[in-house]
């Protein structure tokens, strides 16, 4: 099993730009969220889902979409980049039930200049 | 709402040294609580959980108890190595938030030969 996988690894947009980061798991997983990660602000939760066709907000949501159309893939839309976009990003996945013990993908750090 | 604390870092000890890390949470209900750790460009591994008051959970020498009295999971451990160097982030889920994590804002530990 690869585990969470995310692509890119590294990206740099400048401000306005549109892109999405792909975050795809195999592991069957109901549940997928995504996070930015900020120096002394350890992690805040962006967007999650509990399954295909269901996603819901988290902590800190404007300036990212999200969709699920299948239980592998849960990709993050920036619409339009700001420097306050910089970050690095962690897809994460786990079962839905027990206690819900999250899977992290490597990370893609984002650089919006 | 719910939260975590952890210590500032950073923990600079010599190698074969006892670690605590201290971690306390609040929250309402009856949150399962984790330690994760995050070694230099690589995600987040889970490190150890425990689901209800009192368990201890372990892992590669890491220790920690579930303390509902206190509203503490402190992170153990009685012999550090320097392949310990890491970012240690304590974090707490519960089922009736959708299991989001709720993290601390991460210790950075430095072992030295």
């Known amino acids: 099993n690869a585990g969470v996988t995310q692509t890119p690894k590294f990206q740099v947009l400048k401000t306005g730009q549109s892109m999405t980061l792909q975050c795809a798991q195999d592991m069957n997983h109901e549940y997928m969220s995504w996070y930015r990660q900020d120096p002394g602000m350890g992690l805040r939760l962006i967007h999650y889902s509990v399954g295909a066709g269901i996603t819901d907000q988290g902590e800190v949501p404007n300036g990212y979409n999200v969709s699920r159309s299948t239980t592998e893939d849960f990709p993050l839309r920036l619409l339009s980049a700001a420097p306050s976009q910089t970050s690095v990003y962690f897809c994460?996945?786990?079962?839905?039930?027990?206690?819900?013990?999250?899977?992290f993908g490597p990370g893609t750090r984002l650089t919006v200049t | 709402g719910d939260s975590v604390t952890q210590m500032e870092g950073p923990v600079t000890l010599s190698e074969e040294a006892f670690l605590t890390i201290n971690c306390t949470y609040t929250a309402t209900g009856y949150p399962s609580l984790f330690w994760y750790v995050q070694y230099p460009g690589e995600g987040l591994q889970l490190l150890l959980k425990?689901?209800?008051?009192?368990d201890k959970g372990s892992n590669k020498g890491f220790e920690a108890t579930y303390r509902k009295e206190t509203t503490s999971f402190h992170l153990e451990k009685g012999s550090v190595q320097v392949s310990d160097s890491a970012v240690y982030f304590c974090?707490?889920?519960?089922?009736?938030?959708?299991?989001?994590?709720?993290f601390g804002s991460g210790t950075r530990l430095l072992v030295r030969p």
């Open positions: 994460a996945s786990s079962y839905v039930g027990g206690s819900y013990e999250q899977y």
């Open positions: 425990a689901t209800k008051a009192d």
């Open positions: 974090a707490l889920s519960k089922k009736d938030s959708s299991y989001k994590l709720i």
